[in-house]
């Protein structure tokens, strides 16, 4: 495969397209071939990863109010960009990122079956990430900071997810995932960690600063909020000088209704809107590719 790969650019040169469709292909097949433990894992560290994403954009929101809207939500946009460089560079697996795997189904490389398994077991792991990142930081009673304003937000965006309704909830993750297997997409062809950092930032600054849905980070954005709702003392409460019936509309079933159907807007985005049109630009013919590079 490296041999391939060479034979398109130089090794010193960043991938074309070409060449990252083909890079891509490859990791969907090294992806449907590890093993469980592998995957879950894999899958576990990219939750936390996320989260941490998730995280950092809640305190650097905290205050933001002062700054204009569009300033505010694109700060928020770039620290939240951590979750996936994070992810990318670090090194993890991503439900998400991993709809590109479609490529390779559609390539007859992987099975559908074997396509699936990863899937499942990737985004339990990143299930359990996301879980225990929002319980740790939770425990860490980190929502009482600045006089209990960063609970303050975390409560108010996990609220508003929760009170999205179906039909513009699935739309916001389909924009959310075509930018984010844009960004998997392009590190695709980096040559560096420096260059996936670059391809990385813009598009899930775009994603987070536009306000679309990510099904991963919501995994951690509503179960930190349903935890501050139910489990924050009074004096927290005091401290914003609120109630937890300020956020009725913030519960378990309104949490599980959003997250499922941004898995579902996620996944039809990434798949079919980005993985399936690049399969379709450039390796359909993948016997004419591969002979062009002979």
């Not at 009170?163 to 993750?173: E, S």
């Not at 392009?186 to 813009?202: N, Q």
């Not at 005091?238 to 997250?259: D, K, M, V």
């Not at 399936?276 to 590079?293: C, F, K, N």
């Amino acid at each position: 495969m490296t041999e391939t790969l060479e034979k398109i650019v130089p090794a010193i040169d960043a991938l074309l397209p070409p060449g990252m469709a083909i890079a891509c292909e490859a990791a969907g097949v090294a992806k449907a071939r590890r093993n469980a433990i592998d995957l879950l894992v894999l899958g576990l560290l990219a939750g936390a990863f996320i989260a941490f994403g998730a995280l950092f954009m809640i305190v650097v929101l905290t205050g933001a109010a002062a700054l204009p809207w569009g300033v505010g939500r694109l700060l928020s946009g770039l620290v939240f960009s951590l979750g996936l460089i994070l992810v990318i560079v670090g090194g993890a697996e991503l439900f998400t990122g991993d709809s590109l795997m479609v490529m390779a189904l559609a390539s007859r490389r992987i099975s559908l079956a074997a396509l699936l398994r990863a899937w499942f077991l990737i985004y339990l792991g990143n299930i359990c990430g996301a879980l225990g990142t929002a319980a740790l930081v939770f425990l860490a009673v980190h929502y009482t900071l600045d006089g209990g304003a960063v609970g303050k937000v975390a409560l108010s965006v996990a609220a508003t997810k929760a009170t999205l309704p179906t039909d513009r909830l699935l739309f916001l993750a389909m924009l959310c995932n075509v930018l984010v297997c844009l960004a998997v997409w392009m590190s695709f062809s980096a040559r560096s960690a420096a260059d996936k950092v670059a391809v990385i930032v813009p598009p899930i600054a775009a994603f987070v600063a536009c306000g679309f849905e990510h099904s991963i980070a919501n995994l951690f954005f509503l179960p930190y909020g349903l935890a501050i709702k139910l489990w924050a003392g009074p004096g927290f409460w005091t401290s914003i000088q609120q109630g937890p019936a300020t956020y009725a509309q913030l519960t378990l079933p309104s949490a599980i209704h959003n997250i499922a159907v941004a898995t579902l807007g996620n996944i039809i985005g990434g798949s079919l809107m980005v993985g399936a049109i690049y399969w379709l630009l450039y390796m359909r013919r993948r016997p004419e590719l591969a002979a062009s590079q002979d």
